[in-house]
């Protein structure tokens, strides 16, 4: 697919959504932001990976991101700190709207 096609899939020759578009488009901020999380976890996951680690997210409440570090990341004394300094402030980067990301 052409670059410019990826920009304009979903939209008819006016550039307006079409209804099969705005089908799979999310409902709700709350929506947009998990979507947004889930794509910042992914980038972030292959760091993680590359230590035996990686980061589930679990959901996105009240504005608070709850995940789960799983692999090496259980015990490791650095978790905390790959949490708030690593996940936590890529993702209040780009959403400013997110509180905080706790860990379960």
Known sequence: ?????FFTAGTDKSGVATEANAENSPKSPDEQN???????IDELRPFLQSDG??????????????????????G??????????????RI???IPAIESVEMI
């Open 53 to 74: 680690g990686d980061c589930e997210l679990l959901k996105l409440e009240d504005n608070v991101v709850y995940v789960r570090l799983v692999g090496s990341c259980v």
């Open 34 to 40: 998990y979507l947004q999380v889930k794509t910042i």
């Open 76 to 89: 490791c004394p650095s978790s905390l700190m790959t949490l708030k300094a690593g996940i936590e402030a």
């Open 1 to 5: 697919m052409p670059m410019f096609d």
């Open 92 to 94: 209040k980067e780009a």
